[in-house]
DNA sequence: CGCGGCCCCTGGCCGC
DNA sequence: TGCGGCCAGGGGCCGC
């Protein structure tokens, strides 16, 4: 589902029929996601324009367009696109649809729970061409900047526990409640571990075995992506490759430990309490 | 400022 | 079979 590598199979799949296009216009059938939807506002803005370039930050879809603005599009944790026929009938929570072209495509969003975004930017771009409604951002996972001595100097001084920093998007992006858990367990790290106790091996270790998960997720976007446009049929990647997400009280795959689940912060985190401290 | 708690929303699943 | 409670992969806001 939609965590980076999620997004990421997302902007590769739409990409190609996306580019070029120009918008013919929006419809909403929802009065809004997490913010109020305002279709006036919307086709004022930009029917006619036409789509540049389709660029994923974070867990964000951005939509370049060529009036000088962008639409900033999040799929909270239910959300999805698909193109279809105009002709072809609404879905059940489905709420926008963006007509292409002639007219006869259709770019529908469906999001059941309506945690997701869509949302327009015309501020300008900051240095790393992004809109500067995301530059409260950390570094992307695979970004030169998310190296040792930028988390080790980070995580000096804080407190909280280490499960939430990862997860904390101004430390760095995309590292959702699964890939927290997943990372941790590779590291031999416990999610209750407070930040400043990490050290500078443990730092080295988050990068690249949180690279690793992801770079491994992103390989089987495919397959995951099946299961997240049915969400009922879920035998996809995940259930193969978790180590600990989601099997407290299953034994550890490496040691005879029981994998424990503990909330924090109103999250459930699992770790195997033999493999990491 | 850092941190935890709580909220947005629907639906699936589990136990009674 | 129905119903209440609990849980869900995200993130913003608020109060301490």
């Known amino acids: 589902m939609p965590e980076l590598p999620e997004v990421e199979t997302v902007k590769n799949a739409l990409a190609p029929h996306l580019?070029?296009?120009i918008i013919k216009a929006c419809h909403f059938f929802t009065a809004g996601l997490r913010q109020k939807l305002d279709e006036e506002l919307f086709n004022n803005a930009f029917i006619g324009t036409k789509i540049i370039r389709l660029k994923r930050r974070s867990k964000y879809l951005i939509f370049e367009l060529d009036n000088n603005k962008w639409i900033l599009s999040h799929l909270g944790m239910t959300g999805s696109w698909r193109l279809c026929p105009s002709t072809e009938a609404r879905k059940?929570?489905?709420h926008i649809s963006v007509l292409l072209g002639d007219g006869t495509q259709d770019l529908r969003y469906c999001d059941p729970r309506r945690f997701g975004e869509f949302r327009m930017i015309t501020a300008p771009l900051n240095k790393d061409d992004d809109p500067q409604a995301l530059a409260h951002l950390g570094p992307e996972p695979f970004d030169d900047a998310f190296n040792q001595a930028y988390l080790w100097n980070l995580s000096r001084n804080k407190t909280k526990a280490v499960k939430g920093f990862i997860m904390d998007p101004k430390t760095v992006c995309g590292i959702g409640n699964i890939y927290a858990s997943e990372t941790?367990?590779?590291c031999g790290i416990s999610p209750l571990r407070k930040t400043q106790k990490l050290t500078k091996k443990d730092c080295h270790n988050l990068i690249s075995h949180s690279q690793e998960v992801l770079q491994q997720a992103i390989a089987a976007g495919g397959t995951t992506i099946i299961d997240f446009q049915a969400p009922d049929g879920s035998e996809?990647?995940?259930?193969?490759?978790?180590?600990?997400?989601?099997?407290n009280g299953k034994k550890c795959t490496t040691c005879d430990k029981v994998i424990k689940r503990v909330v924090q912060t109103g999250r459930s985190s699992f770790y195997c309490p033999g493999c990491q401290k």
Do not use: A, T
């Open 19 to 21: 580019q070029g296009k």
């Open 92 to 94: 059940k929570h489905e």
């Open 184 to 186: 941790l367990f590779r």
């Open 236 to 247: 996809g990647w995940f259930h193969q490759q978790l180590n600990v997400y989601g099997r």
